[in-house]
């Protein structure tokens, strides 16, 4: 199962590239983006996986915009040639590795369709090894992170939409490890856990900088895994010192409080304050402009979710107002919001994702999906 990359010295087995160290069917590959105008005005977001052990790869794309969020998703059996990105009409090409690459979605069934380019304005950072042991399957994934800006063209409804490369912002989400994924394995024996995540990814653009903060909470309120950093900026790709930033500097700690929607579990403000190793702190505000359903591009959705066999080749797409949604659905608990973002006499612009699930005392939750 020989593949181009087993032409480059980058073996970590004896086996070929394309032949997983393991044989855990959870095993997965993925690349994610969002990106946002600095108005809120849309957000797109963009999921590509393979699935090695499963055989699979599958992906989609979605935006939202006035008031409505409409999704393409694509599934196939998974290619020999590992660098083959491509499901159907849809492709990523890596341009250059780490740092420009471009997505396109070609003319398809459901409508939607678009060719963006990826405009790298920071160095590549890696995330701390990420492991949870919650539940029968864990997750243990390496994660890396890039900001940048797109450019191109979105089209969904019969609607234009251009990306100005001044105006959409994004992040670039590289992972891969082991999570769950894909058809539920045979249950054995009745858990004795109660499902529970809390998870939060703040990753925001300023004029002079990018910051991140990224958490996983328990039921407690206790932080298990932080991640978070302060990144340089640069006006041109060809500006970034390399694939890392030495320098980038790196949070250890931080705060934050949210402000959530009555009858929701979705924040619609908060505090943050990140801190560095040296002391400095930066003290965040955030507010909601705009809501993104994460099932739009698989996560947790009943029928493309993330790994599931669809056939040799499927399409499909969908569309929904935002006000219709059920937010107490357990599957519209992922999301991402566009936020605007204050630190000091600074605004900036970024992302809130969140899952809260489970009691959570500082939130006020006391049962699996009890609203604020």
């Keep these: 199962m020989l593949s181009k990359f087993d032409d480059y010295p980058i073996h970590q087995t004896s086996y070929p590239i394309a032949q997983p160290a393991t044989s855990d069917r959870h095993a997965y590959d993925r690349y994610w983006f969002n990106g946002y105008q600095d108005d809120g005005e849309f957000y797109i977001g963009i999921g590509a996986a393979l699935y090695p052990n499963l055989e699979i790869m599958d992906c989609g794309f979605s935006i939202v915009r006035d008031g409505e969020q409409h999704s393409f998703h694509a599934s196939r059996r998974a290619p020999i040639e590992p660098s083959e990105i491509q499901v159907g009409p849809f492709q990523i090409e890596i341009l250059e590795p780490m740092k420009s690459l471009r997505v396109t979605l070609d003319d398809n069934e459901t409508g939607i369709s678009c060719q963006l380019d990826w405009i790298a304005r920071t160095a590549n950072v890696q995330e701390g090894h990420q492991y949870s042991r919650r539940g029968r399957v864990p997750m243990e994934a390496t994660r890396f992170n890039q900001f940048g800006t797109w450019s191109g063209e979105v089209r969904y409804d019969g609607k234009s939409v251009n990306i100005d490369p001044a105006r959409v912002y994004g992040t670039k989400d590289r992972s891969w490890g082991i999570r769950p994924v894909g058809d539920p394995a045979p249950p054995g024996a009745p858990s004795t856990e109660a499902p529970e995540i809390h998870f939060l990814w703040l990753p925001l653009h300023w004029e002079d900088r990018c910051t991140h903060l990224g958490m996983f909470q328990n039921g407690f309120g206790e932080i298990w895994h932080l991640d978070g950093m302060v990144c340089s900026v640069y006006d041109s790709p060809d500006d970034i010192p390399g694939v890392e930033d030495p320098a980038t500097r790196f949070v250890t700690a931080a705060e934050h409080s949210l402000e959530f929607v009555p009858g929701t579990r979705r924040a619609r403000s908060g505090e943050f304050t990140l801190i560095e190793r040296g002391g400095a702190r930066h ?27 669809k056939g040799e080749f499927a399409v499909g797409g969908e569309s929904w107002k935002c006000a219709d949604v059920d937010n107490l659905d357990i599957e519209n608990q992922h999301i991402q919001q566009v936020v605007r973002a204050r630190c000091g006499d600074q605004e900036g612009i970024g992302v809130l994702e969140q899952i809260h699930m489970g009691p959570h005392p500082a939130y006020g939750f006391k049962e699996f999906l009890d609203p604020a």
């Design 283 to 309: 003290e965040i505000s955030v507010e909601s402009l705009l809501c993104f359903r994460m099932k739009g591009i698989g996560y947790s959705h009943p029928v493309w979710g993330h790994g599931k066999w």
